[in-house]
């Protein structure tokens, strides 16, 4: 077997000496050169070569390798004491090699963790419910987070559900809900990644859901990333059964996040305009998702028959296999906003509630 071989990016010279090596000898194949974690998730590879000072080297981001089939092997220099060594062994790293060690010793070490590895079963796993449903919008304003807590309220009757806000402009679930501010999705990340602590001191309870607020000021800090998202999500489907993320505006949500989803809540607001920018958003949807996984939803729809049939008109002429979610505007909806408290019962929490069940039913096998 000829591993392929992936070096994560270091400041120290092991990687290019054991690159050239492997170049002029053979033995392996150095088949990426990693910068960061989403790289290092994405990437197709036998075994990872980390320091043990690499930036982006997590427990999380180890088990997310190995889980893969994928082993990975810490480097670490011995004049940094036995803390170096340490960290990557508290890390889950499969085994662990000083930085001077020859070429030849570094194949040996990599070829001895892929010979102890589990093979990834071939056969078809049994079916788990982890489904994860998106609630985004055409537009600021259409009604994004009120639609997101509401389904996820609709559905934690029966399930246990997460409600995650990844808005990255404008995340409001905490400020819908009366929540504090912190902790938020930056403490969870925090605790995912380095696992330091439990994930429950990061997150809130409304009812029978679990909510991770967004970050209300965002900073200096640096937006999320695909990866960052893709891993807090894996670390709450291990409680939730099914994850519920506020995504925000379709044009503003983080890069690449909505191909991850099984289910997409596209909102915008039904009349005219509304209607309008749902046809527009639709394409750009499904050009990341399959056009099975879009739901329409259109919110704050006035109470007269004539206007509810001219939206579904303009809606289902355009697509006719996509579902479509007319959502009633109510009043009451503000006074509970007020007072940061779940939607009343009502034509609006009704209309959720069937617009849970036309989602879960398109979901299940």
């Known amino acids: 077997?000829?591993?392929?071989?992936?070096?994560?990016?270091?400041?120290?010279?092991?990687?290019?000496?054991?690159h050239r090596h492997l170049l002029e000898h053979g033995g392996g194949r150095v088949v990426a050169r990693l910068m960061g974690p989403e790289q290092t998730i994405e990437a197709t590879f036998d075994a990872l070569l980390i320091d043990d000072v690499c930036s982006f080297l997590t427990p999380r981001l180890v088990s997310v390798i190995k889980k893969s089939g994928a082993e990975v092997v810490g480097v670490f220099s011995p004049t940094d004491g036995s803390d170096a060594k340490r960290r990557l062994l508290e890390c889950g790293i499969s085994d662990v090699i000083e930085t001077e060690a020859a070429p030849e010793e570094f194949l040996e070490k990599v070829m001895a963790a892929l010979a102890h590895r589990i093979p990834v079963s071939v056969e078809t796993p049994a079916p788990s419910v982890g489904w994860s449903i998106a609630v985004t919008g055409v537009s600021d304003g259409v009604g994004v987070t009120e639609v997101a807590v509401a389904l996820?309220?609709?559905?934690?009757?029966?399930?246990?559900?997460?409600?995650?806000?990844?808005d990255p402009t404008w995340p409001s679930v905490a400020q819908r809900l009366d929540l504090p501010l912190h902790p938020n999705i930056r403490t969870a990340l925090d605790?995912?990644?380095?696992?330091?602590?439990?994930?429950?001191?990061?997150?809130?309870?409304?009812?029978?859901?679990?909510?991770?607020?967004?970050?209300?000021?965002?900073?200096?800090?640096?937006?999320?990333?695909?990866?960052?998202?893709?891993?807090?999500?894996?670390?709450?489907?291990?409680?939730?059964?099914?994850?519920?993320?506020?995504?925000g505006p379709l044009q503003h949500s983080v890069r690449g996040v909505l191909r991850g989803f099984d289910a997409v809540a596209l909102v915008g607001t039904g009349d005219p305009v509304g209607a309008t920018r749902l046809l527009h958003s639709a394409e750009r949807a499904m050009e990341q998702v399959p056009a099975e996984a879009v739901v329409l939803v259109a919110n704050k729809t006035l109470g007269r028959r004539y206007y509810e049939s001219e939206i579904r008109r303009e809606l289902q002429s355009s697509f006719p296999n996509l579902p479509l979610v007319v959502l009633p505007f109510d009043q009451r909806l503000s006074e509970s906003m007020w007072e940061g408290r779940l939607s009343p019962r009502g034509p609006f929490a009704r209309s959720v509630g069937r617009m849970a069940s036309l989602i879960i039913e398109r979901l299940e096998p």
């Not at 994560?8 to 092991?14: F, I, M, Q, V």
């Not at 996820?152 to 990844?166: E, F, P």
């Open 1 to 18: 077997m000829t591993p392929d071989i992936a070096l994560a990016a270091s400041a120290r010279e092991w990687p290019d000496r054991l």
């Open 152 to 166: 996820a309220r609709g559905i934690s009757s029966d399930m246990k559900v997460a409600l995650v806000d990844v």
């Open 191 to 247: 605790i995912v990644a380095h696992g330091s602590g439990d994930l429950e001191t990061a997150t809130h309870l409304i009812g029978e859901m679990t909510v991770v607020g967004g970050v209300a000021d965002q900073g200096s800090a640096s937006p999320l990333s695909q990866s960052e998202v893709s891993m807090l999500f894996d670390a709450l489907f291990e409680s939730a059964d099914v994850l519920v993320a506020d995504l």
